[in-house]
């Protein structure tokens, strides 16, 4: 099979032996592949890829058809459309994912969609929903929110009747944002906006001061994002006084079973909201696999609203 | 009534109208009330009370009998032995409590013990159990473990399963430590025992960096008390690897049924645990209400094992 090769910091297209699905696990006939952050750490060697996982092929998630199944693997059939989160070697002509992590394509999605939908989707509905609880009639306050995982997030907790607010930093895509639900806001300044009973931090330390002034009692700080800086000073006492508590997460390292659990959390609250078009993924531009150089430039270059998928 | 009462930050014992049971309370005929660090912060105007509860009385628990029931009360009899929780004005020879904070007094308990229970117990029942989620087989660092709290967090969490770590700075109190269950330990270098789940911290900033060096993956941080200092530089990048979070709370500020509901986890959780003599309220000296200042003195020298209790 073809894939996405890391070579020397560079990307380049190899052919590599075709994956064979082990017990428990499903061969997909790729067909489209979303871009993250995340592969462009790995790209540059700063994020090699969890053990299990191929060491130079990226790709944190993928969309495709079933076209074998490993032994006692018996979730899906072969043709089945499916999606997942993987450790690594989505952008590829095959992968083999555990039929555990695998969730069934909606409907009415197309491949460029279905491929762009699990990484941010899954992310977003873990940390706003699994992990910081958010509620009905609650306010959550989304920094960041342009990128992937602010957009998913915006839209799920609308749908989840909560009110939203997304601080976006580029002027030309605050209208796309507030389309998608959200009062949008500038950067500066967002805690005369609050006080907000959830944060979704994809940006980092240099907020952590104004976010725990900005929470109302008992909130909660989901942070899955750095960009900005790892490092700030925490107040304990104020998060005391606020009855607060702070979150950080990360999806990609954890135990199969983990991931699995998240899988069936989006698959039963989230993925009946893109049939019934509550919910939608957001897509900026696709590339054909052989331009996967093409699409990691226009990733980093940013200044988008929607992912980068890569079609095979 | 006679009352422990703050005149120009010094302890007096004065004469106060008797309080009229409202609506749903209870007049109580106080036989024990506890002392707790936020008394010496009030009696220093550090820590005014909530409103509601008196301002000049201090005393943020209380055990005795029911001596009168306001409208609609009905939980109690009069002469049953209960203790709550207050928002202030414990030290006094009556009190009004809602009877949705009361608990029934364990019959194994004598008052001093009662009168020291409510604060410390549901403290770390709490910051242990209800927000940390601490599980059977779990290990637990407790800082501070020669603490009311800590000393109630160590008995609560080995009831439940859990393994006791415990840092304590004064060497003269470590062997009664160890005997409530807990493996004892110097505060220098606890990351070396770890890694731990659930993490109490007593103690505050200082210990923040080493907290999440000595946490397990999914591990949590409880943080109730800053005596050692507020603010620290907190790593989101480690707290997002380890998939960590980070709680902050106080009992006193919440509203009535956040109280209440937290003296029924505690009723039904711990309550039972006094009786079959599993676990116990350690009490280091008693003294009369007419000698409060001496108590607070006492409390506020520290270098103890338990509680200081008001009798009355």
Same mark, same amino acid.
């Given at each position: 099979?073809?894939? +996405? ?31 993250? =952050? ?40 072969? =043709? ?16 083999? +994912? ?45 920094? =960041? ?157 940013? =200044? ?9």
């Amino acid at each position: 099979m073809r894939a +996405v090769t890391i070579r020397d910091n560079e990307l380049v297209i190899e052919e590599h032996p075709d994956p064979v699905p082990g017990a428990g696990e499903v061969l997909i006939s790729v067909r489209a592949a979303g871009l993250n =952050g995340a592969d462009m750490l790995q790209r540059r060697g700063l994020y090699p890829a969890p053990a299990g996982s191929p060491k130079d092929i990226p790709g944190l998630e993928l969309a495709g058809e079933v076209a074998a199944l490993g032994a006692g693997a018996e979730r899906f059939a072969i =043709g089945d459309r499916v999606m997942a989160i993987v450790g690594g070697g989505g952008q590829a002509e095959l992968a083999t +994912v555990h039929e555990r992590q695998l969730m069934p394509v909606p409907g009415a999605l197309d491949w460029a969609a279905a491929g762009g939908l699990p990484e941010v989707f899954t992310t977003a509905h873990d940390a706003v929903f699994t992990q910081a609880e958010l509620r009905p009639g609650e306010r959550l306050l989304v920094h =960041g929110g342009a990128g992937g995982v602010g957009t998913a997030a915006i839209q799920l907790a609308r749908a989840a009747g909560a009110q939203v607010t997304a601080t976006v930093r580029s002027e030309e895509l605050r209208a796309q944002v507030a389309e998608l639900g959200a009062e949008v806001i500038a950067p500066e300044g967002f805690s005369d906006y609050g006080p907000f009973d959830v944060i979704l931090e994809l940006v980092g330390a240099p907020n952590l001061a104004e976010n725990l002034q900005a929470l109302a009692g008992g909130g909660r700080i989901a942070v899955i994002g750095v960009s900005a800086g790892a490092k700030g000073e925490l107040n304990l006492l104020a998060l005391m006084g606020k009855r607060a508590r702070i979150h950080g997460s990360t999806l990609r390292a954890r135990p199969l079973e983990e991931k699995a659990l998240a899988a069936r959390l989006l698959e039963r609250e989230a993925l009946p909201l893109f049939d019934s078009g509550a919910v939608r993924v957001p897509v900026a531009e696709t590339f054909p696999l052989d331009e996967a150089a093409a699409a990691y430039e226009r990733f980093a270059a940013g =200044g988008k609203l929607g992912k980068i998928v890569l079609t095979v």
